[in-house]
């Protein structure tokens, strides 16, 4: 994907676009998408709906990984949730929603107290993070280009195989107690 | 060059949104999409993270797998009690779901 | 290793409410035998321990000490001076007659006697312990089975009765831990024994002093009680089964005051000192008031509950007057108080195990029918009373004569007391024992042996000591004269 | 130590992770609750025998992921206490039908394994994922009576609040990612000084971190869903919710901001504070009037946290000993009124608490014991829960927060009034008559435990005091 | 010889002892026991006397009672003229009263507790006679007290009885309590205890008259001196014996003793003096005066023993110690035989109202010429005991310089005699006003009376003579003129006297209508204005002094009342509220648990934002 993008940056630049406009722009369009589609899984007034703008969320937020040079994440992204877990929210909703009937209300009471507490708290954290307080690589230092496949695999199989066989077994768990709960003797 | 702050930034909305969602949203399953989006605003910190640490090392982007797995698995559990829940009381709707209380 | 005599006098009757506990049901008799082998024994063990008394060494006499947990240096530590010892006789004494005395009671006795005798270990420990933890232990110790004896034999009302004397006096007694930890990690080395706390007491500032003798004063106060904390009193002694209601007011009352005695006053004697006055106001509020109060009550055991408040304002008088003559009195005055309240409260109830009724306008022309009774009654009343010549009035004359050096005024208008209180005990002798029989109680039986026996002993007490104070001075003065030396206060 | 080193010292989680699958799998062929509980059981001895072979070398494992140190092998050996104590208790819980036994033993000795991993995890990532393998395998644990709706509510209930908050606690992590450039808090503690560290972001995510352990540990204002979960679960998992999790939850605060944050910590340990006074108040004053004695006893289990957090918030040695001091008693006490009250319910089938009337006369030894845990979990001496209190308050007052000590003075004041109440209602009233019950050996034989547990930790706690000495930090 | 002195109070103990334990087996023996006790301390009490008399001066130590550190207290007993004088009088008057109960209380049905208490009392009187310390005093002083209210409401069936007791021992421990707080200061300004020590303190007047004050306080309960006065004449409710020993002869006699005992704290100043002298004349004179238009044999007779009294006090309040005392023992004999010969007459006629006898002298003689005896000797006729003392008394009121108070005491003993024989010839003479079956008593009673009326005659011979001759002459007009009177009264118009003096008037002007000038000379000049004097006394008395007892009494009951209410509602309401209060807010705070689970994440996250605000705010 980034080969393509660099193409179209090429196409561009000979029309005396900045360097990296096309770069630029599309992450703030796939970022403004990001958040429309947010907006819209907690606004729309229809579930069924409000699943599809989720799995259109998490496809853009796939999008903006790729400007952080993790493709891996980008895919996994979009195999993981919009594959598997929004698959899981429809199946959910057919199987416990009426969603045929467009006309029920979406939010509850505490529409106004919630919107002030979260406004707080959104601001809050973005004066936390125009504060800066994160950490740079020493000056000087190369900047490398970040971690590739071969890299998180490596990872995976060594550092962080513990974790990474931990989480095995809450998959497990999980599977084995979604079934028992799930089925029930007729 | 993108500043780190836009993707944090990102992140955060993406977390106050589905922190809204999470509060107002009437239907269980509407919640538990609202908190999806609070993990992927967490991902995606991780992930800007580390590529703005600028070292080799993956930390950030294996511990995104990780919450990835761990939220399908959450996703699992939660929608499997919802349909236990409908099972027993037929609804979905939170507001209803307080034969406990006080 | 020497006998432990006093574990033994502490753990004796716990060991024999365990044996209890695998005692059938059914086999009544086997099990009120048990308890009252067990609280006479522990009798037998206290009479040995003030025969092996030697009452000039002003040490810790029987002293046991083990180390029970070295972390915080918290140690298994009992011993017994002149001012403990009157009081763990006295606790021995009215718990071996009480038990004898409950042997009216009919339902639940295995449980009954099980907690009766929990009961006994905890008070006996309570004045026995040296130690700051260990005391509050026992202290606390006291509260459960209490609470159940009146909770679950009590009268009308029981259950308000015992949840609010066991949440009136934890209430005190939590703010007494918090006490007890300041001081422990305010002394150098940090120790929990009253001995050495007592002998670094002069290094602790005043300011810390005063704020740790408040807590202290809240758990001993309301134990005593000192007004305004006596209300959980008349509610519980009501409530509570006779015997009970006699070991509430002869030994339990007595824990506060002890506490003054050996906690309070020997380790933060500068506070003592600067509290000195508000003893002697409050003192004098619990004379007076508690007086006109019980001179108000038509409920004989109410009447006489407040006689206690009454009766324990002497010993706030003798602690504030800072004099030996002082303590000696207020020292006194808790024994006496214990032995003659409890009389009290077994005469009361005698005559409700016959009426059923502790109403004084109901009874009337007594004297007839039950002579006995009735001569039993006036010697106790008068004991109560103030009259010379019994036990009564020799600790209140001394608390007196210590008070007056210190606050003549107060003194003056607490002996004013004295005379109400003469005033409602003879009204009530009035009500219930003169005038035309009543003749709803024509049929009415007089006192019977087993009643008459667990009264005589307190009666011979009362009257030895009133005749002749020295048996029970001898023992006491020296501590307290070491006391009052190392508190600083007149020697007089 | 890398992974391959590692497995050897790794052994006890490991066997208790191979014998849940071996229950899973021989679920399908028996369904004796007791068969398979005591297989866990045998499993559980087995890998608490295994534990002090693994500590010959303490140190990082899987890269430092973990940390073996004597701490976590306290808290392993907690957990391990309180699993085999809930699965006693669960083999004579009337409530569950045997089809689905396996699953139930495979999901509890999995949450060991999980609150074991926990416990030693030295890695804000480890800790994050164990924490919500906890999580996720105590939400379907409570939803376990499928035909229940009081069971589905309260597991969603839980759920809806427990993912929030963890994933609150995940955000916060990703900024501390952010800060020190790593989650590995052996790194991170040697890195306080820099100017980062001290940011308002590290504050704030220090913060959000706390939150999501708070929720672990049930404190205000993340307590809002214990009282629901604990009346609604099936009420071994309601023993289990009140003493695993919770235990796990103070261990890793203890690690996180006592060990590794200590000079960040300082900067708000006013917030805890207050925290903990609220905390506590809360959950006295509101526990005073409850009818559902499993609904009381998580109310006060909200107070008890606030008492625990006191040791924590003073910090000191000494607080840290009073934490785990008391998590000991805790655990034995409120398990064993749990186990009390499966055993109530199986004969009178009720967990209110006006149903309890008369109870001393119908079964005496019952009441007894139930009356002992109650009186401990108030701190009268000379039981566990006294000698709990007395260390904290003690930690209290050495350290000068007289507030605090005087906020827990005044509430274990309160608290008594609630404990009593029910011990009223057992002594003092006449049964309803219903007939015995036999009661399962195995839950008898939980309760001993406890009992023997909160009477020995009461009258000579010298040797665990001695353990807690050796297992600080 | 005196060195047994402390013996004496111990046989009666004993006898109470042994008579309390095994009364209701003794029965009629019971008595005996007493009385042997009596005569025991009786005969070590004359050897006491005999020894002190022969110059055997020794107060001597029983042994410590009580000590520790600096302070101890050591009981011993005073031998000196005063005390043995008591001791014969208190002994002698004690078994001759016992001797007479076993007559008068022959068929009671507590007759051997009777005899108990009677010899408590006397153990309790001696000792307090003998004790040389302010502590040893007040143990028997208050010992004293107690066998009076039980003997007073012995007949506690009655319930004025009962009352009566109850007065009494109020009233009285009213004074005690003054007399303690004296007691206190006195240790505490002079450092002593000890009788002997009182003569020179070295304290200022000031403390020292009010100690002495205080202590006056305590004797003017004992010997019911005005304003405590109201309890003795209800004293009467008990039985005739009691009244004779009690509160005739010895007990109300404790008081005018503890003041000739601590007499040397009186001398050191004179406001305490002058303040005895006129409390002593205000009794005296309004005594009296009740006295003579009383209807109620024994309460005529007790008035006249608080009049006595009086007299003992004002004389002990000029500096008449000799007087003081001297009348102390002769008014002992005298009035003690008075009492015993009511008794008798009440034995025989079974009625106290005087207006229900007369003409008994010639049915029942020896009491009646005995009565008579004792009328001769308190009127202070010559040569009977009375005399002398009063006599004395008068005297030394006179030496002392108060004309005032000379003449008060003149007016009382006039009308001392006045109602004397006023009761002599109303009982003793005319017709019987009602049907009396009057019969004399038996000898057990008679003789007692007979030797108490010997002691009445000679006993003012027992301390040598002296004469004033314009004093005795004084004394000797006005004791006739108050016989003279009262003969002239009820003697003289005899057949022409009612019932009852009241409806007399009435009567008296039907007379003047008939022509009898006489009577309404008497009437206009003398009985109206005393009668109205009397009445306006009385009722003074009975209204205003008693009631302000009563008042205070009913005052201390209401202030009670309204305490246990504050009790009840404040004191006690303040932790009920309490308890409320905590309940309230619990069941406020649960409502927070809607059971909605939106809710409790808005709280926990509202919770949050606050905490990161006060990070933001606070800072790091």
Redesign the interface.
């Given at each position: 994907m980034n080969g393509l993008i660099r193409q179209l940056s090429d196409i561009v630049n000979n029309y005396g676009l900045p360097q990296d406009f096309v770069v630029q722009a599309s992450f703030y369009v796939l970022a403004g998408l990001a958040c429309a589609f947010a907006f819209g899984v907690v606004a729309m007034r229809n579930i069924f709906h409000c699943a599809v703008s989720l799995a259109l969320c998490l496809f853009c937020v796939a999008g903006v990984y790729l400007f952080l040079n993790a493709e891996f994440l980008a895919i996994a992204q979009v195999i993981i949730y919009v594959g598997a877990i929004v698959t899981l929210f429809l199946f959910a909703i057919m199987l416990t929603a009426n969603i045929k009937d467009r006309s029920i209300r979406q939010a509850n009471r505490q529409v106004l107290v919630s919107a002030c507490v979260t406004a707080a708290i959104l601001s809050f954290f973005i004066y936390i993070i125009t504060g800066n307080a994160w950490k740079t690589p020493a000056p000087g230092a190369a900047v490398l280009a970040g971690p590739g496949l071969d890299d998180i695999g490596r990872a995976l199989m060594s550092a962080y195989a513990l974790p990474f066989e931990f989480i095995s077994l809450i998959l497990l768990a999980a599977l084995v107690g979604a079934i028992v709960i799930g089925k029930v003797k007729k | 060059m993108i500043p780190q702050s836009h993707f944090l930034i990102l992140g955060a909305v993406l977390f106050a949104t589905g922190l809204y969602g999470a509060l107002t949203r009437r239907t269980a399953i509407g919640i538990l999409m609202s908190i999806e989006l609070i993990l992927n605003a967490a991902n995606i910190n991780l992930i800007t993270f580390n590529k703005f640490l600028g070292g080799p090392d993956s930390l950030g982007q294996v511990f995104a797998l990780f919450v990835m797995a761990i939220a399908a698995a959450s996703a699992v559990i939660g929608l499997v009690l919802v349909i236990a829940v409908y099972r027993n009381m037929k609804t979905i709707f939170t507001e209803n779901m307080n034969i406990m209380k006080w | 290793m020497p006998f432990p005599l006093l574990s033994s006098i502490i753990f004796l009757p716990l060991l024999a409410g365990l044996l209890i506990l695998f005692i059938p049901k059914g086999r009544t008799g086997m099990i009120k035998g048990a308890a009252t082998a067990a609280t006479g024994i522990t009798l037998l063990f206290a009479i040995f321990m003030v025969m092996g008394f030697d009452y000039n060494n002003t040490l810790m006499q029987f002293a046991e000490k083990f180390s029970?947990?070295?972390?915080?240096n918290i140690n298994y530590h009992l011993g017994v001076d002149g001012i403990s010892i009157g009081l763990v006789f006295l606790t021995a004494l009215l718990g071996f007659l009480a038990c004898i005395g409950s042997f009216g009671i009919k339902e639940r006795q295995k449980?009954y006697y099980f907690l009766y005798l929990l009961l006994n270990t905890g008070m006996l420990g309570t004045f026995l312990s040296l130690d700051l933890?260990l005391f509050?232990?026992f202290w606390?110790?006291v509260?459960?089975p209490m609470?159940?004896l009146i909770?679950?034999w009590g009268g009308p009302r029981?259950?308000y009765a015992?949840?609010?004397f066991?949440?009136?006096t934890?209430?005190g007694s939590?703010?007494m831990?918090?006490s007890i930890?300041?001081l422990?990690?305010t002394s150098q080395p940090h120790t929990f024994n009253m001995l050495e706390l007592a002998a670094a007491g002069s290094t602790f500032a005043k300011s810390f002093q005063i704020m740790v003798f408040v807590g202290f004063y809240l758990g001993f106060a309301i134990k005593v009680p000192v007004?305004?904390f006596?209300?959980?009193l008349p509610d519980a002694h009501v409530e509570a089964p006779t015997p009970i209601s006699v070991l509430l007011a002869g030994v339990l009352l007595k824990m506060g005051g002890y506490g003054f005695f050996r906690i309070s006053y020997p380790i933060l004697k500068d506070a003592a000192i600067y509290f000195a006055l508000p003893f002697a106001i409050l003192g004098l509020i619990n004379i007076v008031?508690g007086a006109?109060?019980?001179?108000?009550?038509t409920d004989f055991k109410k009447m006489v509950a407040y006689s206690s408040v009454s009766h324990m304002g002497f010993v706030m008088l003798g602690l504030a007057s800072m004099t030996?003559?002082g303590f000696?009195g207020a020292l006194m005055q808790m024994f006496n108080h214990g032995i003659i309240t409890g009389g009290m409260f077994l005469l009361v109830g005698v005559l409700y195990d016959r009426a059923h009724t502790r109403d004084l306008d109901k009874f009337g022309?007594l004297?007839?029918k039950m002579?006995v009774y009735a001569?039993v009654l006036v010697v106790f009343t008068?004991a109560s009373l103030g009259?010379?010549?019994l036990s009564g009035?020799?600790s209140e004359?001394m608390s007196?004569?210590g008070g007056?050096?210190a606050f003549r005024l107060i003194?003056?208008i607490s002996?004013?007391g004295?005379?109400?209180t003469?005033?409602?005990f003879?009204?009530m002798i009035?009500r219930v024992?003169?005038?035309?029989?009543n003749t709803a109680w024509s049929g009415i039986a007089d006192i019977n042996k087993r009643e008459l026996f667990t009264l005589v002993p307190l009666m011979i007490v009362v009257v030895a000591i009133g005749v002749?104070?020295?048996i029970i001075?001898n023992y006491q003065?020296?501590a307290?004269?070491e006391l009052v030396r190392h508190i600083g206060g007149l020697?007089? | 130590m890398s992974a391959a080193e590692s497995i050897r010292y790794f052994l006890p989680e490991l066997i208790l992770a191979g014998s849940a699958i071996l229950v899973l799998i021989a679920g399908l062929f028996t369904g004796k609750r007791a068969v398979l509980g005591a297989f866990c059981l045998a499993a559980i001895l087995l890998s608490i025998f295994c534990m002090p072979h693994s500590y010959e070398a303490a140190g990082p494992l899987f890269s430092n992921m973990l940390l073996n140190d004597t701490f976590s092998e306290f808290f392993k050996e907690i957990s391990l206490l309180v699993i085999g104590l809930v699965i006693l208790i669960s083999i004579g819980y009337k409530g569950f039908s045997d089809e689905d036994a396996g699953e139930y033993y495979f999901l509890l000795l999995a949450a060991a394994v999980a609150m074991m991993v926990a416990a030693s995890s030295n890695n804000l990532m480890m800790i994050y994922i164990s924490l919500e393998a906890i999580s996720l395998i105590s939400y379907m644990l409570t939803a376990f009576l499928k035909r229940d709706r009081f069971s589905s509510e309260a597991a969603l209930k839980y759920f809806l609040f427990g993912a929030l908050a963890t994933g609150v606690m995940l955000y916060g992590i990703s900024f501390i990612y952010g800060i020190f450039g790593t989650t590995d808090l052996s790194v991170i503690s040697g890195m306080l000084g820099t100017a980062g560290a001290n940011s308002l972001a590290a504050a704030v995510a220090l913060l959000l971190v706390f939150a999501g352990l708070s929720f672990k540990c049930a404190l205000v204002p993340f307590h809002m869903w214990v009282p629901d979960a604990y009346q609604g679960a099936p009420t071994p998992i309601t023993a289990f919710l009140s003493a695993g999790p919770k235990a796990i939850g103070f261990a890793i605060l203890v690690r996180v901001f006592l060990k590794n944050f200590f000079p960040l910590f300082t900067g708000w340990a006013d917030i805890a504070q207050a925290v903990a006074i609220i905390t506590m108040t809360a959950g006295n004053i509101i526990a005073i009037n409850q009818e559902d004695i499993k609904r009381m006893l998580g109310y006060s289990s909200i107070a008890q946290a606030g008492y625990i957090l006191i040791g924590f918030v003073v910090g000191t040695s000494l607080g840290i000993q009073a934490v785990m001091y008391y998590l000991i008693a805790y655990v034995l006490m409120n398990i064993g009124a749990f186990g009390c009250v499966i055993l109530v319910s199986n004969s009178i089938k009720s967990d209110h608490i006006g149903e309890y009337t008369g109870l001393a006369k119908r079964e005496p030894i019952l009441a007894f014991m139930l009356t002992i845990f109650l009186l401990s979990l108030a701190g009268i001496p000379p039981l566990a829960g006294f000698f709990g209190k007395f260390l904290v308050f003690a930690s209290a007052i050495q350290s000068k927060y007289y507030m605090l000590a005087v906020a827990g003075i005044v509430n274990s004041v309160l608290a008594v009034y609630y404990y009593m109440k029910v011990i009223k209602f057992m002594y003092m009233g006449e049964p309803r008559m219903v007939a015995r019950e036999h009661k399962p050996l195995s839950v008898k034989l939980a309760l001993i435990i406890a009992l023997a547990g909160v009477l020995i930790l009461g009258l000579f706690p010298v040797p665990f005091l001695r353990w807690i000495g050796n297992s600080l930090l | 010889m005196v060195k047994y002195a402390h013996l004496i109070p111990l046989f009666p103990f004993a006898a109470f002892a042994v008579n309390i334990l095994f009364g209701r087996r003794l029965k009629k023996a019971s008595a005996l026991v007493s009385i042997g006790a009596s005569v025991a301390a009786l005969a070590i009490a004359v050897m006491a006397y005999i020894g002190n008399a022969c110059g055997g001066e020794g107060s001597y130590t029983i042994g410590r009672w009580i000590s520790f550190n600096g302070f101890s207290l050591d009981f011993g007993v005073t031998i000196d003229p005063l005390s043995c004088m008591m001791l014969l009088v208190v002994t002698v008057v004690g078994t001759l009263i016992q001797i007479y109960s076993i007559g008068y209380m022959h068929d009671d049905k507590r007759y051997s507790r009777f005899f108990a208490y009677m010899s408590l009392f006397m153990g309790s009187m001696l000792g307090l006679l003998l004790s040389d310390n302010f502590v040893m005093l007040y143990i028997f002083w208050e010992g004293v007290g107690l066998c009076s209210y039980l003997l007073i409401s012995f007949w506690f069936e009655r319930p004025a009885a009962a009352k009566a007791g109850m007065k009494a021992f109020i009233t009285t421990r009213i004074g005690d309590t003054g007399l303690l707080i004296g007691i206190l200061m006195l240790f505490f300004t002079a450092k002593t205890l000890y009788f002997k020590d009182l003569a020179g303190l070295g304290i200022n007047d000031a403390t020292l008259t009010v100690i002495a004050l205080l202590i006056f306080c305590g004797a003017a309960g004992k010997s019911a001196q005005f304003p405590l006065h109201v309890w003795l004449p209800d004293a009467m409710e008990g039985p005739t014996p009691v009244s004779a020993l009690i509160h005739a002869a010895t007990m109300v006699a404790a008081g005018v003793y503890l003041v000739a005992r601590t007499y040397g704290l009186f001398l050191s100043q004179h406001t305490s003096l002058t303040w005895v002298a006129y409390i002593g004349a205000i009794t005296a004179l309004m005594a009296a005066t009740i006295a003579t238009c009383n209807n109620d044999i024994k309460r005529i007779l007790a008035y006249s023993t608080i009049s006595q009294l009086g007299l003992m006090m004002l004389a002990l309040g000029v500096g008449g110690y000799e007087g003081g005392t001297f009348h102390l023992m002769t008014h002992a004999f005298f009035k003690a035989l008075l009492f015993l010969c009511a008794g008798s007459v009440i034995h025989a006629v079974h009625t106290q109202d005087i207006f229900k006898m007369g003409g008994l002298l010639g049915k029942m003689k020896a009491t009646g010429w005995t009565l008579i005896i004792g009328g001769l000797a308190i009127s202070g006729v010559p040569p009977f005991s009375g005399f002398w003392s009063k006599d004395e008394i008068l005297s030394e009121i006179l030496k002392g310089g108060h004309p005032v108070l000379f003449g008060v005491a003149a007016l009382t003993s006039l009308l001392t005699a006045f109602y004397m024989f006023r009761l002599i010839f109303i009982v003793l003479f005319g017709k019987p006003r009602s049907e009396l079956h009057a019969h004399e008593s038996p000898a057990v009673m008679t003789v007692p009376l007979v030797i108490l009326a010997a002691f009445a005659i000679f006993a003012g011979f027992f301390r040598p003579v002296k004469f004033e001759f314009l004093t005795m002459g004084v004394s000797i007009a006005i004791s006739l003129t108050g016989i003279g009177a009262a003969y002239a009264f009820y003697i003289l118009n005899n057949k022409l006297l009612p019932a009852s003096l009241r409806s007399r008037f009435a009567f008296l002007y039907k007379l003047v209508s008939n022509k009898y000038y006489v009577d309404e000379i008497y009437d206009a000049l003398v009985i109206r204005p005393c009668m109205r004097f009397a009445d306006i006394a009385s009722g003074f008395d009975s209204k205003v002094v008693d009631g302000a007892v009563n008042l205070t009494a009913y005052l201390s009951v209401i202030a009670g009342k309204v305490q246990s209410w504050f009790d009840l509602y404040i004191v006690d309401g303040i932790v009920n509220m309490t308890a409320n209060v905590t309940w309230l807010c619990s069941a406020i705070l649960r409502r927070f648990q809607t059971g909605f689970v939106q809710n409790y994440i808005l709280i926990a996250f509202f919770g949050l934002a606050i905490m990161i605000l006060i990070k933001l705010i606070g800072g790091r």
């Amino acid at each position: 994907m980034n080969g393509l993008i660099r193409q179209l940056s090429d196409i561009v630049n000979n029309y005396g676009l900045p360097q990296d406009f096309v770069v630029q722009a599309s992450f703030y369009v796939l970022a403004g998408l990001a958040c429309a589609f947010a907006f819209g899984v907690v606004a729309m007034r229809n579930i069924f709906h409000c699943a599809v703008s989720l799995a259109l969320c998490l496809f853009c937020v796939a999008g903006v990984y790729l400007f952080l040079n993790a493709e891996f994440l980008a895919i996994a992204q979009v195999i993981i949730y919009v594959g598997a877990i929004v698959t899981l929210f429809l199946f959910a909703i057919m199987l416990t929603a009426n969603i045929k009937d467009r006309s029920i209300r979406q939010a509850n009471r505490q529409v106004l107290v919630s919107a002030c507490v979260t406004a707080a708290i959104l601001s809050f954290f973005i004066y936390i993070i125009t504060g800066n307080a994160w950490k740079t690589p020493a000056p000087g230092a190369a900047v490398l280009a970040g971690p590739g496949l071969d890299d998180i695999g490596r990872a995976l199989m060594s550092a962080y195989a513990l974790p990474f066989e931990f989480i095995s077994l809450i998959l497990l768990a999980a599977l084995v107690g979604a079934i028992v709960i799930g089925k029930v003797k007729k | 060059m993108i500043p780190q702050s836009h993707f944090l930034i990102l992140g955060a909305v993406l977390f106050a949104t589905g922190l809204y969602g999470a509060l107002t949203r009437r239907t269980a399953i509407g919640i538990l999409m609202s908190i999806e989006l609070i993990l992927n605003a967490a991902n995606i910190n991780l992930i800007t993270f580390n590529k703005f640490l600028g070292g080799p090392d993956s930390l950030g982007q294996v511990f995104a797998l990780f919450v990835m797995a761990i939220a399908a698995a959450s996703a699992v559990i939660g929608l499997v009690l919802v349909i236990a829940v409908y099972r027993n009381m037929k609804t979905i709707f939170t507001e209803n779901m307080n034969i406990m209380k006080w | 290793m020497p006998f432990p005599l006093l574990s033994s006098i502490i753990f004796l009757p716990l060991l024999a409410g365990l044996l209890i506990l695998f005692i059938p049901k059914g086999r009544t008799g086997m099990i009120k035998g048990a308890a009252t082998a067990a609280t006479g024994i522990t009798l037998l063990f206290a009479i040995f321990m003030v025969m092996g008394f030697d009452y000039n060494n002003t040490l810790m006499q029987f002293a046991e000490k083990f180390s029970w947990i070295p972390q915080v240096n918290i140690n298994y530590h009992l011993g017994v001076d002149g001012i403990s010892i009157g009081l763990v006789f006295l606790t021995a004494l009215l718990g071996f007659l009480a038990c004898i005395g409950s042997f009216g009671i009919k339902e639940r006795q295995k449980e009954y006697y099980f907690l009766y005798l929990l009961l006994n270990t905890g008070m006996l420990g309570t004045f026995l312990s040296l130690d700051l933890f260990l005391f509050y232990v026992f202290w606390e110790l006291v509260l459960v089975p209490m609470y159940f004896l009146i909770g679950i034999w009590g009268g009308p009302r029981r259950e308000y009765a015992a949840i609010k004397f066991f949440i009136y006096t934890l209430a005190g007694s939590v703010f007494m831990l918090l006490s007890i930890l300041a001081l422990y990690f305010t002394s150098q080395p940090h120790t929990f024994n009253m001995l050495e706390l007592a002998a670094a007491g002069s290094t602790f500032a005043k300011s810390f002093q005063i704020m740790v003798f408040v807590g202290f004063y809240l758990g001993f106060a309301i134990k005593v009680p000192v007004f305004p904390f006596h209300t959980w009193l008349p509610d519980a002694h009501v409530e509570a089964p006779t015997p009970i209601s006699v070991l509430l007011a002869g030994v339990l009352l007595k824990m506060g005051g002890y506490g003054f005695f050996r906690i309070s006053y020997p380790i933060l004697k500068d506070a003592a000192i600067y509290f000195a006055l508000p003893f002697a106001i409050l003192g004098l509020i619990n004379i007076v008031y508690g007086a006109f109060v019980a001179m108000a009550q038509t409920d004989f055991k109410k009447m006489v509950a407040y006689s206690s408040v009454s009766h324990m304002g002497f010993v706030m008088l003798g602690l504030a007057s800072m004099t030996v003559t002082g303590f000696n009195g207020a020292l006194m005055q808790m024994f006496n108080h214990g032995i003659i309240t409890g009389g009290m409260f077994l005469l009361v109830g005698v005559l409700y195990d016959r009426a059923h009724t502790r109403d004084l306008d109901k009874f009337g022309g007594l004297g007839a029918k039950m002579p006995v009774y009735a001569g039993v009654l006036v010697v106790f009343t008068l004991a109560s009373l103030g009259l010379p010549g019994l036990s009564g009035f020799v600790s209140e004359f001394m608390s007196l004569m210590g008070g007056f050096t210190a606050f003549r005024l107060i003194t003056t208008i607490s002996v004013l007391g004295m005379v109400i209180t003469a005033g409602y005990f003879l009204y009530m002798i009035q009500r219930v024992l003169l005038g035309p029989l009543n003749t709803a109680w024509s049929g009415i039986a007089d006192i019977n042996k087993r009643e008459l026996f667990t009264l005589v002993p307190l009666m011979i007490v009362v009257v030895a000591i009133g005749v002749y104070p020295l048996i029970i001075l001898n023992y006491q003065s020296p501590a307290i004269t070491e006391l009052v030396r190392h508190i600083g206060g007149l020697l007089l | 130590m890398s992974a391959a080193e590692s497995i050897r010292y790794f052994l006890p989680e490991l066997i208790l992770a191979g014998s849940a699958i071996l229950v899973l799998i021989a679920g399908l062929f028996t369904g004796k609750r007791a068969v398979l509980g005591a297989f866990c059981l045998a499993a559980i001895l087995l890998s608490i025998f295994c534990m002090p072979h693994s500590y010959e070398a303490a140190g990082p494992l899987f890269s430092n992921m973990l940390l073996n140190d004597t701490f976590s092998e306290f808290f392993k050996e907690i957990s391990l206490l309180v699993i085999g104590l809930v699965i006693l208790i669960s083999i004579g819980y009337k409530g569950f039908s045997d089809e689905d036994a396996g699953e139930y033993y495979f999901l509890l000795l999995a949450a060991a394994v999980a609150m074991m991993v926990a416990a030693s995890s030295n890695n804000l990532m480890m800790i994050y994922i164990s924490l919500e393998a906890i999580s996720l395998i105590s939400y379907m644990l409570t939803a376990f009576l499928k035909r229940d709706r009081f069971s589905s509510e309260a597991a969603l209930k839980y759920f809806l609040f427990g993912a929030l908050a963890t994933g609150v606690m995940l955000y916060g992590i990703s900024f501390i990612y952010g800060i020190f450039g790593t989650t590995d808090l052996s790194v991170i503690s040697g890195m306080l000084g820099t100017a980062g560290a001290n940011s308002l972001a590290a504050a704030v995510a220090l913060l959000l971190v706390f939150a999501g352990l708070s929720f672990k540990c049930a404190l205000v204002p993340f307590h809002m869903w214990v009282p629901d979960a604990y009346q609604g679960a099936p009420t071994p998992i309601t023993a289990f919710l009140s003493a695993g999790p919770k235990a796990i939850g103070f261990a890793i605060l203890v690690r996180v901001f006592l060990k590794n944050f200590f000079p960040l910590f300082t900067g708000w340990a006013d917030i805890a504070q207050a925290v903990a006074i609220i905390t506590m108040t809360a959950g006295n004053i509101i526990a005073i009037n409850q009818e559902d004695i499993k609904r009381m006893l998580g109310y006060s289990s909200i107070a008890q946290a606030g008492y625990i957090l006191i040791g924590f918030v003073v910090g000191t040695s000494l607080g840290i000993q009073a934490v785990m001091y008391y998590l000991i008693a805790y655990v034995l006490m409120n398990i064993g009124a749990f186990g009390c009250v499966i055993l109530v319910s199986n004969s009178i089938k009720s967990d209110h608490i006006g149903e309890y009337t008369g109870l001393a006369k119908r079964e005496p030894i019952l009441a007894f014991m139930l009356t002992i845990f109650l009186l401990s979990l108030a701190g009268i001496p000379p039981l566990a829960g006294f000698f709990g209190k007395f260390l904290v308050f003690a930690s209290a007052i050495q350290s000068k927060y007289y507030m605090l000590a005087v906020a827990g003075i005044v509430n274990s004041v309160l608290a008594v009034y609630y404990y009593m109440k029910v011990i009223k209602f057992m002594y003092m009233g006449e049964p309803r008559m219903v007939a015995r019950e036999h009661k399962p050996l195995s839950v008898k034989l939980a309760l001993i435990i406890a009992l023997a547990g909160v009477l020995i930790l009461g009258l000579f706690p010298v040797p665990f005091l001695r353990w807690i000495g050796n297992s600080l930090l | 010889m005196v060195k047994y002195a402390h013996l004496i109070p111990l046989f009666p103990f004993a006898a109470f002892a042994v008579n309390i334990l095994f009364g209701r087996r003794l029965k009629k023996a019971s008595a005996l026991v007493s009385i042997g006790a009596s005569v025991a301390a009786l005969a070590i009490a004359v050897m006491a006397y005999i020894g002190n008399a022969c110059g055997g001066e020794g107060s001597y130590t029983i042994g410590r009672w009580i000590s520790f550190n600096g302070f101890s207290l050591d009981f011993g007993v005073t031998i000196d003229p005063l005390s043995c004088m008591m001791l014969l009088v208190v002994t002698v008057v004690g078994t001759l009263i016992q001797i007479y109960s076993i007559g008068y209380m022959h068929d009671d049905k507590r007759y051997s507790r009777f005899f108990a208490y009677m010899s408590l009392f006397m153990g309790s009187m001696l000792g307090l006679l003998l004790s040389d310390n302010f502590v040893m005093l007040y143990i028997f002083w208050e010992g004293v007290g107690l066998c009076s209210y039980l003997l007073i409401s012995f007949w506690f069936e009655r319930p004025a009885a009962a009352k009566a007791g109850m007065k009494a021992f109020i009233t009285t421990r009213i004074g005690d309590t003054g007399l303690l707080i004296g007691i206190l200061m006195l240790f505490f300004t002079a450092k002593t205890l000890y009788f002997k020590d009182l003569a020179g303190l070295g304290i200022n007047d000031a403390t020292l008259t009010v100690i002495a004050l205080l202590i006056f306080c305590g004797a003017a309960g004992k010997s019911a001196q005005f304003p405590l006065h109201v309890w003795l004449p209800d004293a009467m409710e008990g039985p005739t014996p009691v009244s004779a020993l009690i509160h005739a002869a010895t007990m109300v006699a404790a008081g005018v003793y503890l003041v000739a005992r601590t007499y040397g704290l009186f001398l050191s100043q004179h406001t305490s003096l002058t303040w005895v002298a006129y409390i002593g004349a205000i009794t005296a004179l309004m005594a009296a005066t009740i006295a003579t238009c009383n209807n109620d044999i024994k309460r005529i007779l007790a008035y006249s023993t608080i009049s006595q009294l009086g007299l003992m006090m004002l004389a002990l309040g000029v500096g008449g110690y000799e007087g003081g005392t001297f009348h102390l023992m002769t008014h002992a004999f005298f009035k003690a035989l008075l009492f015993l010969c009511a008794g008798s007459v009440i034995h025989a006629v079974h009625t106290q109202d005087i207006f229900k006898m007369g003409g008994l002298l010639g049915k029942m003689k020896a009491t009646g010429w005995t009565l008579i005896i004792g009328g001769l000797a308190i009127s202070g006729v010559p040569p009977f005991s009375g005399f002398w003392s009063k006599d004395e008394i008068l005297s030394e009121i006179l030496k002392g310089g108060h004309p005032v108070l000379f003449g008060v005491a003149a007016l009382t003993s006039l009308l001392t005699a006045f109602y004397m024989f006023r009761l002599i010839f109303i009982v003793l003479f005319g017709k019987p006003r009602s049907e009396l079956h009057a019969h004399e008593s038996p000898a057990v009673m008679t003789v007692p009376l007979v030797i108490l009326a010997a002691f009445a005659i000679f006993a003012g011979f027992f301390r040598p003579v002296k004469f004033e001759f314009l004093t005795m002459g004084v004394s000797i007009a006005i004791s006739l003129t108050g016989i003279g009177a009262a003969y002239a009264f009820y003697i003289l118009n005899n057949k022409l006297l009612p019932a009852s003096l009241r409806s007399r008037f009435a009567f008296l002007y039907k007379l003047v209508s008939n022509k009898y000038y006489v009577d309404e000379i008497y009437d206009a000049l003398v009985i109206r204005p005393c009668m109205r004097f009397a009445d306006i006394a009385s009722g003074f008395d009975s209204k205003v002094v008693d009631g302000a007892v009563n008042l205070t009494a009913y005052l201390s009951v209401i202030a009670g009342k309204v305490q246990s209410w504050f009790d009840l509602y404040i004191v006690d309401g303040i932790v009920n509220m309490t308890a409320n209060v905590t309940w309230l807010c619990s069941a406020i705070l649960r409502r927070f648990q809607t059971g909605f689970v939106q809710n409790y994440i808005l709280i926990a996250f509202f919770g949050l934002a606050i905490m990161i605000l006060i990070k933001l705010i606070g800072g790091r």
